[in-house]
């Protein structure tokens, strides 16, 4: 009878599935592919091997560099493929720009102006098909040697085209990462920092008046709410301590912590919902989220929290469907192998897709217009 039950509920979130949860799910697989999947785990596909350098990295590096990104329509999906980079913190020769064009099929690289290093952020804007990139034109780089950091710049590229524009070019000792742009199209986020000083600050760049507003002192993390109003972001550096979960105040400036700072256990990796009236959180405990919690949620102010499920590691990346009633998100197995499951918000229905890890939920289903 339990059987019987169990069986039942997968099949009823398989159903909701084909219908609710439309749209691939892009994912960086444990052998370096990136790959696209049914939110049933069904029509698998392979796009093409991610990163040559792929096993020079640690776990949390890899992710970080090579986790593919959609574009806001859903048509293109783009990634970092590793070259003749070299090992941490040393960055040379650095990495490539894939683009792969889900209405047609194909999949292309594109060159930028003078790229020294690895790509150290990549985003897609909200509003046209160009993506945000930063890198250096500087040779010897290394991410804990002020005086090495030179260079760094903040560019728009064209995916159509291949054109780079320039919008900023950061003071020497100082990079970008994590860059998020709003929804509204005139703002652009990111962190400004030292990367082996594990201090920065969380900053908002206006593209029309060139006017950037930082914080005093950021880490993590960040992302934008729904309205463009707000950000959240998670308070520690890879993990090395108790970390904690903040609301920042676009306009203001002003912070408002949901998880405090300095506790036992370690709230990360905050996901807004597309409804924006809650977001899902990474839970551990120990020195670099040794003991996994479990993916969980919680209201926006952090009133009624509930878990999702178990096994997830706090620097995975986590996503939710377009409709917000379900997540994609990681379950470590060892530090080599991971895989990709998917959720109900409410925790009731669970089931693995693939093997892999960095999952991103495609916006919605590219349709093609008139003139392709």
């Known amino acids: ?22 749209g691939k799910i892009a994912y960086l ?13 069904t029509d698998q596909i392979t796009l093409t091997l991610d990163a040559r350098d792929y096993f020079k990295y640690p776990v949390m590096d890899r992710i970080s560099y090579s986790a593919p990104s959609w574009s806001w329509d859903g048509r293109y ?9 070299g090992t941490y913190p040393n960055f040379t020769g650095g990495t490539s720009l894939v683009v792969f064009d889900s209405l047609t099929n194909t999949t292309k690289t594109i060159d930028l102006p003078d790229r020294k290093d690895p790509l150290f952020g990549l985003a897609w804007r ?62 652009l986020a990111f962190y400004l920092n030292n990367y082996c000083e594990g201090l920065g600050k969380l ?8 006017e950037r507003r930082c ?33 920042l105040d676009a306009d203001t400036l002003a912070e408002t912590a ?52 178990d096994g997830h590691f706090p620097s995975d990346p986590q996503a939710f469907s ?11 197995l060892s530090i080599e192998k991971s895989e990709i499951w998917i959720a109900s918000i409410d925790g009731h229905f669970k089931t693995k897709i693939a093997d892999g890890n960095a999952p991103v939920w495609q916006p919605k289903e590219a349709v093609p217009t008139p003139s392709q």
């Open 126 to 187: 909200r509003d046209r098909t160009s993506l945000y990139v930063d890198y250096t034109t500087m040779e010897g780089v290394n991410a804990c040697f002020a005086d090495t950091i030179k260079g760094f710049r903040i560019a728009e590229v064209d995916v159509e085209t291949g054109t780079t524009n320039t919008i900023l070019l950061l003071e020497d000792g100082f990079f970008a990462w994590n860059i998020k742009p709003s929804p509204d199209p005139n703002l």
């Open 322 to 332: 377009p409709d917000g009633r379900y997540i994609t998100y990681t379950k470590r």
């Open 29 to 41: 697989g444990n052998d370096g592919n990136i790959n696209l999947v049914n939110a049933t785990g």
């Open 1 to 22: 009878m339990i059987g019987k039950l169990l069986l039942l509920a997968l099949g009823v979130f398989l159903i909701l599935g084909a219908t609710a949860c439309r």
């Open 203 to 210: 900053c908002i760049l206006d593209l029309t008046s060139g």
């Open 77 to 85: 999906l783009a990634w970092r493929r590793g070259e003749e980079a």
């Open 258 to 309: 949901v998880f405090p700072r300095g506790s036992s256990v370690s709230y990360t990796n905050p996901v807004w919902s597309p409804s924006g009236d809650l977001f899902i959180y990474s839970l551990s405990r120990g020195p670099l989220g040794q003991e996994s919690l479990g993916v969980w949620a919680t209201s926006v102010d952090g009133s009624n929290t509930w878990k999702i499920d």
């Open 215 to 247: 914080t005093a002192e950021a880490v993590g993390r960040a992302n934008w709410s729904p309205d463009g109003q707000k950000l959240i972001f998670d308070t520690c550096f890879y993990l090395a301590e108790a970390c904690g979960i903040t609301i």
